[in-house]
Nanobody
Framework: QVQLVESGGGLVQPGGSLRLSCAVSRNIASISAMGWYRQAPEKQRELVARITNGGITNYADSVKGRFTISTDNAKNTAHLQMNSLKPEDTAVYYC?????????WGQGTQVTVSS
């Protein structure tokens, strides 16, 4: 069993930055990959960014160059640094831990980009 707790969401103006964190209840180095998804109202959940335990990353085209995913193995935490935020980034952001037997999801954190 893996438990995830997200934090760092909030309201930010366009062009601003936020840093999301995901605290993981087990050794993050033993998890195959960590990811961030988002879901906007009346839209499907989509992958934002993903990082493997080998450090390989991939991003949605819409966030490339603006968002950075990382992990802190010492603190068992994953982060999503979001810069140059746009109104279309508004969504609930979910952390996910990928293991060979199951994907574990956090409860989500709201990000709202508005002036």
């Amino acid at each position: 069993q893996v438990q995830l707790v997200e934090s760092g969401g909030g309201l930010v103006q366009p062009g601003g930055s936020l840093r999301l964190s995901c605290a993981v209840s087990r050794n993050i180095a033993s998890i195959s990959a960590m990811g961030w998804y988002r879901q906007a109202p009346e839209k499907q959940r989509e992958l934002v960014a993903r990082i493997t335990n080998g450090g390989i990353t991939n991003y949605a085209d819409s966030v490339k160059g603006r968002f950075t995913i990382s992990t802190d193995n010492a603190k068992n935490t994953a982060h999503l640094q979001m810069n140059s935020l746009k109104p279309e980034d508004t969504a609930v952001y979910y952390c996910v831990a990928v293991t060979p037997w199951k994907d574990y999801w956090g409860q989500g954190t709201q990000v709202t980009v508005s002036s």
